[in-house]
């Protein structure tokens, strides 16, 4: 429990830290690239039950520097695990 605790902890300020320094690069010509944001999207689905009326998609946007920094996040995480739950022996 406390490894997925640390995994979920670690994504989401990759993902926080990666949005804020790609929108601060934006601006500043050579590393502009780290906001390039691909668009991930899946294409909506209608069904009309008679009774009920669904709708699912899913659009979202990751940019450059949010996959980096959740690559090396996924490589840190048992690291950080470590220092935080010291294993007493």
Do not use: R
């Not at 640390?6 to 502009?32: D, F, K, R």
């Not at 069904?47 to 709708?55: E, H, I, K, P």
Request: with cysteine.
């Amino acid at each position: 429990m406390k490894k997925v605790f640390v995994y979920i902890l670690v994504l989401v300020v990759a993902l926080l830290l990666g949005g804020i320094l790609g929108n601060v690069c934006a601006n500043i010509e050579p590393l502009s690239w780290l906001d390039y944001m691909p668009p991930l999207n899946i294409k909506e689905h209608h069904w009309n039950l008679y009774v009920l009326d669904l709708t699912f998609g899913l659009q979202s946007k990751f940019n450059i520097a949010q996959v980096i920094l959740v690559i090396v996040a996924i490589f840190t995480a048992p690291k950080i695990q470590k220092l935080i739950f010291k294993d007493k022996k």
